[in-house]
Each structure stands twice: as C-alpha cells, then as structure tokens.
C-alpha cells in the first residue's frame, strides 16, 4: 500500500533531485523509497547482529566470497583444496 508523504526540502536539492532521478529513469518518490528501504535495511542488521553469541560475533566476516558464488562452489573448493 502506498502513502502519500509530504517533505520540505530546499528547493535547489528538489531541482538536483529530479535532474538525477530523469538520468536514473526513476521518479523523485522512487529515489526516496529505496533510499528509506536501504537505511531501514541496515537497522535490521545492526539488530541481528547484536542478537548473536560473542563466539558468533567474532566469526563474522572471516570469510570473504562472491556473493555469486553459491554454497555448493564454496564447499567443492574447500573439499578439493583439503583432499587434492
């Protein structure tokens, strides 16, 4: 469901805004839906991320990989640099 959402903003930043949001083919209304979702989204992280055990919290981020690169080709690798 959309909401309507009435801002005050300076009217330079209106202008630069809407020259972007053209360049971008998306609306004003669209830049600041995405950008609210992403910050909003980073909320939630923080909050998982306080939630988890201390051990846990250490072992975050130790292991950096593709975000393409599925589970499977993670452990094919790890499995073959072990017994290879």
Request: hydrophobic residues 35%.
């Amino acid at each position: 469901m959309y909401t309507k959402l009435t801002l005050s903003i300076d009217q330079n930043v209106i202008e630069n805004a809407k020259k972007y949001a053209k360049n971008q083919k998306r609306s004003v209304s669209k830049l600041v839906e995405e950008y609210l979702s992403s910050i909003s989204l980073s909320v939630d992280k923080k909050v998982e991320y306080n939630t988890l055990g201390p051990i846990t919290k250490e072992l975050v981020g130790i292991i950096k990989v593709n975000k393409n690169t599925g589970y499977k080709e993670i452990l094919t690798d790890a499995l073959m640099e072990k017994y290879i």
